[in-house]
Structures are given as C-alpha cells and as structure tokens.
C-alpha cells in the first residue's frame, strides 16, 4: 500500500513514496513526477490526486529491497512507453520541451545519485579509478544534461543554443583535462586531514592514560592493603571503560545514570567497598534528581559505615510515571523503629530530603536481614 513519507521529504510526501514502494531512490520519483508536470501539467495533478488518496497514510520509509536492474529497466521503459503514449493520443505540450526536460531531469539525478560514494562528489568520482560504475553513472548524467540544454536551447533560440553548447564541451572538456589533479589534490588533503585525526586522538589518549590509569598504578604500588588496592582497581576500570565507550555527547546534558555512577564511586573510595550500580533508562538530571542523587548518597554512606557487608547494590529505573532507586545490602540490618532520636541520617537526609522535593523514601531492614532502601521521585513509593 501506497504512504506518504513523515521524513526527508520536500513537499507532501509522495514521491519519496512512490520511490520507497518501487524500491527506487526518491530522486528517480521526483524527475518522473516533474516530467510529467511538462505534459500540460499532468504530473502536478497526479501528485494532487495521489496525495489525496493518501491523506491519511503516512509512515516512515521502511528499508525495501533496492529494485534489481531488470525491475529498473521495466520502469525505464513503462515511464518511456508512457509518454509515448500520451503523444500518441495528443496529451503532449510539445516535443521541445518534454524530451528535453526529460534529459535534463534525469541527468540531474544522474549527478545527485551519491549514495554509495559519499563524501566525494559524483565528478571526482569520475577519475577514481577503483569506481568503474561512478564513472558510467557520472557519464550518462552529463551526456544527459549536455542533451537537454543543447535542445532546449536550440528550440528557444539556436544562436544561444549553439553558444551554450560550446561553452558546457569546454567546461567537460577542462574538467576531463584538470580532473586527475583535482583529485590527487582532494586526495592528499584527505590523507592528511585523517592523520591530523589520528594524532590528535593518540595524544588525547596518552593524556588520559597519564592522568588516570598511571597515577592510579602508582597509587596501587604504594599501599600494603588488599581491600584498597582492589577498591582502586575497580574505579579505574569502571572510569577507563566510560571514557572509552560512553557514547554521550560532549556538552550534553547531565544524566541520571552517570551522576549515580560519580556518587557510586566516591563512596567506594572513601569506604573501600564494592557498590555495583545497575540501571534501566536515563533522564537529564534536575533538581529533583540532584536531590535523589544526594539521599543515595546517604544511604550508601550509612550501608558502608554501619552494615558489616563488603558489598552494595544500587538499582535504577526511570519510566514515564517515576524515577526509582533501590539501595540494599545484605548486611547486619537493624530495627528502624529503636533508631535514636539524635540520628537524623535517615530521618532527614534520605526520607526528609525526597519528602521535600516532591518524593517518597522508604527504609526496609530487619536485625540479620540487611538493609533496603527504596527512594521515588514522582510517585508513592511500593
């Protein structure tokens, strides 16, 4: 079934799907359809119609498989046939402006067809001598422009015509002459500008590792005890594999899960305790999470001070309703209904502090039986 397209289209749609239907790229479609507007403007009145059949169908392009040649020559000759045939039963504006229009159309996207060769343009692709089918392409494209202007011309006047045409030989002609030097030239700045690239990520990497890892090694080799050597070697891995694949961009906004990730590992240096964060979806962080992010905090401090266990879990999630975060250890536990009045750890730094930026807290633990902490932001905690 026929649907517009939502995106990458430059008037309503339609012929980028006619193209996404046939299996052809949009810029085919488009020459068609202005073809067609040539012929007393029946390809501007095939789009309306088709547009209106279509008012309510819009999609996505969805990846087709590309038409072989044998389908794109069956279009060839069915879009050929068909102005034959309109010629044929006098819905023609004329000869000198159809054909023409035809050649210039389709040559033009003939040029425009780079998919396959981007970032170079379709003339340098020209002289490249591994792009045999560029080449034929990029041909077949100029002969095509060459052959719609030198007949355009003619007909509106052939003094200009013949003027035109030997001006565009002599530019083939330069560009045929100049080409191979242009592209040795495109060719060489490429080169270079690739390993102007490669050095400025070598030299980035070295200062990181300068900076972190080698400092971090040099800090294991000083100390005598098992559990902070280990404590190090678990925040450089975790910083060392942000920074190598954290796909964030630079200058983005802050987000959750890294602002959860910061606050983990401070608390695992200054405690010397494993705290494995885990989290499902992100979000930027506001005031509201910043919040969040501090009574986490306090709720690992309390586990690493006071549980006994050697390790922490940290649980993220953020759906559209709420932001939740699970803390819990498997610790010593106690009985939140016996906690001295002077502790206010938990009263005002953890429930105190979600209560006032719109969230809930709720402390979960039992003598023996560890500790759990459930902080939400949006919503009543479960």
Sequence with gaps: MLARREQNRLVAGVAGGVADRLGVLDLYARAAFLVLALVWGLGILLYLVLWGLTLDQTARPEPVPPADSNRRAAY?????????????????????????????????AFLMDRGDIDPRSAILGLFDPDSGRFRARTVIGVVLLLIGVSILANVAAPAVGTVLLAVLITGVGMVVLFGPWVWRLVSDLGAERRRRIRQEARADMAAHLHDSVLQTLALIQRTDDPRRVMTLARVQERELRRWLYDTTPAGGPELLSAALQEEADRIEQTFDIHIQVVTVGDRPVDEGIR????????????AARHSGADRVSVYSEVSQESTDIWISDQG???????????????????????????????????PGEGTEVHLRLGGEPG
């Design 76 to 108: 060839v000759l069915m879009f050929i046939g068909s102005l034959l045939l309109l010629r044929g039963l006098g819905i023609w504006s004329g000869d000198g402006w159809v054909w023409p229009g035809a050649a210039l159309s389709f040559g033009t």
């Design 291 to 302: 919040a969040t992010i501090a009574a986490t905090g306090e709720a690992l401090t309390n």
């Design 332 to 366: 010593a536990g106690f009985d939140p209904e016996v906690v001295a009045g002077d502790r206010y750890g938990i009263a005002e730094s953890i429930v105190g502090r979600m209560q006032s930026n719109g969230g809930a807290a709720t402390v979960s633990s039992a």
